[in-house]
């Protein structure tokens, strides 16, 4: 079982770009989160999805897209970037009721400039 | 507004010792709660957790304690050791329908164990 994947590991981009952070895990888990982890922060919860079709918001969604075309797959979309979107981005996947311990992947390091 | 908090961004303690790590949440519809360890460059692990019917965890080295009233929950680590070093976070999360995976975590603090 390959669990949480997350690509890509590193990323730079000019502000203004735009790119997609992509998730998938293999664990049939219904519940799929992106979370950023700031200096000071702790991991603020961006957009969640319950299931293929459904998503939304968390604590801090401004300026990011998601969806869930599928159980596996729960993509990250920056639409256009910005400096204070640097940060380490996490996805988490996990069932929805029993026990809710979420698995996470190993980040994305996303750099603005 | 912070509804999770961990008031002590770092600890640092002797090997063999207890590490005590705290964690304070200010939402009442909290009442599920796990704590998460993490080492530089990788996703946070989980490590432990605790439903609010119960006052006390415990796994191996790790105990977490659960004080409803006072809205507060701690780590115990008993004995500590160097591999324990890592940043903790607590998170809480209310356990009704379609938010059962909705983390909310703390800002972590990253325990130091010194041999």
């Known amino acids: 079982n390959a669990g949480v994947t997350q690509t890509p590991k590193f990323q730079v981009l000019k502000t203004g770009q735009s790119m997609t952070l992509q998730c998938a895990q293999d664990?049939?888990?219904?519940?799929m989160s992106w979370y950023r982890q700031d200096p000071g922060m702790g991991l603020r919860l961006i957009h969640y999805?319950?299931?293929?079709?459904?998503?939304d918001q968390g604590e801090v969604p401004n300026g990011y897209n998601v969806s869930r075309s599928t159980t596996e797959d729960f993509p990250l979309r920056l639409l256009s970037a910005a400096p204070s979107q640097t940060s380490v981005y996490f996805c988490?996947?996990?069932?929805?009721?029993?026990?809710?311990?979420?698995?996470f992947g190993q980040g994305t390091r996303l750099t603005v400039v | 507004d912070q509804q999770v908090k961990q008031n002590s961004p770092s600890l640092s303690v002797q090997e063999g010792r207890i590490s005590i790590l705290n964690c304070d949440y200010t939402?009442?519809?909290?009442?599920?709660f796990l704590w998460y360890k993490k080492y530089p460059a990788e996703g946070p692990t989980f490590l432990i957790s605790?439903?609010?019917?119960?006052d006390k965890n415990e796994d191996g080295r790790f105990t977490v304690f659960l004080n409803k009233s006072a809205k507060h929950l701690s780590l115990h680590i008993v004995p500590s050791q160097p591999g324990d070093s890592a940043v903790y976070f607590c998170?809480?999360?209310?356990?009704?329908?379609?938010?059962?995976?909705?983390?909310?975590f703390g800002q972590g603090t990253e325990l130091s164990v010194k041999p």
């Open positions: 988490a996947s996990s069932y929805l009721y029993t026990g809710v311990e979420a698995f």
């Open positions: 664990m049939n888990h219904e519940y």
């Open positions: 999805s319950v299931g293929a079709g459904i998503t």
């Open positions: 939402n009442s519809m909290f009442d599920y």
């Open positions: 605790i439903s609010s019917i119960k």
């Open positions: 998170a809480a999360t209310p356990m009704i329908y379609n938010q059962g995976g909705k983390l909310i």
